[in-house]
């Protein structure tokens, strides 16, 4: 075997590596370099600086497995590592405690005002007035995401004596009480956090999450962290808060565009910022490299990695049955975060038909990828899915059937929080994925990557109007729709294919509609 290092990573990596492979380090090169030697190495070892595009892929005509060395793959070209049956890994635990530290480093440095002291005093002038800080045993800390990074924020906010409120729809509240800390929503841990600290990926969902409606409802005295993403956060408007008194001061590690030098964030004195140094240490460096090099030894050897991010393996046999139904689902576990309230407790996944007859492990993971996707940057494979699902303390039960009333094959996805049970199905006809059920309501709609309004409310003449009246107010268009009841005048569940997102206020005017219980937009 020959393993191409294209970025530096740590000596252990490669000693690892050199045991069962020759290993080749060969930094900073071109593209068109890259490409003209990848068809002589069976694996290619990155970290964020090289990219590995579909043309290296297709060149590559012996590789068996691409490693990033650290968690996000986004300059590994996945899709096309996929169509040719290369494993992608990463190491999305490598970081986890240097980011944890970085994130307590960033806040400490925010209460007492260090780097601004620093320079002051470096520039000749003694000013300890300027500088009054304040402690951090007594106040609340905020932590949006009790994943890995989270939780360890959490345990060392602890030895700081401090009160702990999270949010994380997608954590049972056993794990939440083993961390000593408080579940709460979002709104309430705006409103009660004296440092906010983020630690969930960047999504559609995500994005742009502390805006200027989340900034209009905190503490004058908040302070924020991130070290997270880029783009979680709205600069200008988080710039704006500070500069008006509304927000004490922020900490940036990650910016939306990287490498950055130039940034509004840059002018605000009130503002820390950090080169995305969350995974800059020595051990960080030196364990991301020896779990990527593990899972290289792992796939020369035939066995599967552990931190696969692209497709989970299907044997030959069960290929052509299972195939059809991995976008089933991850579709249903999408869809089902996207609707269920409260905090999450049990999953109940039940498979209906001849899939019933398969190992469906390969299912189970794609369905829990697709709840925890936007939420979670743990990537959910055929190998780790039993390990996120009870780190999260979430209990996943698997129920089979070989008889399918209505259909050939059904799946079905249960998930039971504190307020409820929300319950999809869905199967494949004629070669496409179709959402056959929701709850009580027998529906079908082709999901198709675009946005969905799910509405629950009493049947009764002229709401439909009412609502689509409403959406083309906001030049909406609805491209169908879908209605099912439980009985005429009764309960009944409304669904709207839209062409463009609703606006929060045009949703907001639906829900005020005299009937309607609920208004959920959905993105499938």
């Excluded at 169509?83 to 209460?111: D, F, R, Y």
């Excluded at 899915?385 to 996805?413: D, F, P």
Aim: glycine content about 8%; aromatic content about 4%.
């Amino acid at each position: 075997m020959k393993v191409l290092v294209a970025d530096p990573i740590a000596h252990e990596g490669i000693d690892i590596l050199s045991e069962c492979a020759q290993v080749d380090v060969k930094t900073n090169l071109k593209p068109e370099e890259i490409v003209a030697i990848a068809g002589d190495y069976e694996a290619i070892i990155v970290r964020s600086q090289t990219r590995i595009t579909a043309e290296i892929i297709k060149a590559g005509k012996k590789l068996q497995v691409i490693g990033r060395v650290g968690v996000g793959v986004d300059n590994i070209d996945i899709d096309e590592a996929t169509k040719h049956g290369i494993v992608v890994v990463n190491a999305p635990t490598g970081n986890t405690i240097s980011a944890a530290e970085h994130s307590i480093a960033l806040m400490l440095a925010l209460a007492r005002h260090i780097p601004a002291a620093n320079a002051t005093l470096k520039s000749g002038v003694w000013r300890r007035a300027d500088f009054m800080g304040t402690e951090v045993k007594g106040k609340t800390l905020g932590i949006v995401g009790l994943g890995n990074v989270g939780s360890d924020v959490a345990r060392r906010a602890q030895g700081l004596e401090m009160k702990l409120i999270a949010y994380d729809p997608f954590i049972s509240a056993d794990r939440a009480l083993n961390l000593q800390v408080e579940l709460v929503p979002l709104e309430q841990l705006l409103k009660e956090s004296d440092f906010i600290s983020l630690h969930i990926p960047l999504t559609d969902l995500t994005k742009g999450l502390i805006g200027t409606k989340a900034l209009a409802m905190v503490k004058p005295m908040v302070r924020i962290i991130n070290t997270a993403r880029g783009g979680l956060i709205d600069e200008e408007a988080l710039v704006k808060a500070i500069n008006e008194g509304r927000v004490a001061g922020a900490a940036i590690d990650v910016f939306a565009k990287e490498p950055c030098t130039e940034s509004i964030l840059f002018e605000n004195d009130r503002i820390i910022v950090t080169p995305h140094l969350g995974a800059s240490t020595t051990e960080a460096q030196a364990l991301a490299a020896t779990e990527v090099a593990r899972q290289f030894v792992d796939v020369f050897k035939g066995q599967p990695a552990r931190y696969a991010v692209n497709a989970p393996f299907i044997s030959v046999e069960a290929l052509p049955v299972l195939a059809p139904f991995l976008k089933v689902a991850a579709t249903l576990g999408s869809l089902v975060s996207q609707l269920a309230e409260g905090q999450m407790k049990n999953i109940h996944i039940k498979y209906n038909g001849e899939i019933a007859n398969y190992n469906t492990n390969t299912l189970k993971a794609v369905i829990l990828g697709g709840l925890l996707k936007e939420i979670s940057e743990e990537r959910v494979n055929l190998v780790n899915a039993n390990l996120v699902a009870a780190h999260r303390g979430l209990k996943v039960v698997e129920q089979k059937e070989a008889t399918c009333e209505n259909y050939a094959n059904l799946i079905t996805v249960e998930v039971v929080t504190s307020d409820s049970a929300t319950t999809v199905s869905g199967t494949v006809l004629r070669g496409e994925s179709h959402i056959i059920q929701v709850d009580n309501y027998w529906i079908d709609i082709v999901p198709t990557g675009g946005y969905f309004l799910f509405s629950d409310h009493c049947d009764r003449p002229g709401l439909i109007g009412a609502v689509g009246k409403i959406t083309g107010d906001a030049d909406i268009n609805i491209s169908y729709m879908n209605l099912s009841r439980l009985k005429p005048r009764g309960q009944a569940l409304m669904i709207l294919a839209l062409d463009e997102a609703l606006p929060e206020e045009h949703r907001q005017q639906i829900l005020a509609l005299p009937d309607i219980h609920t208004a959920k937009l959905v993105r499938i």
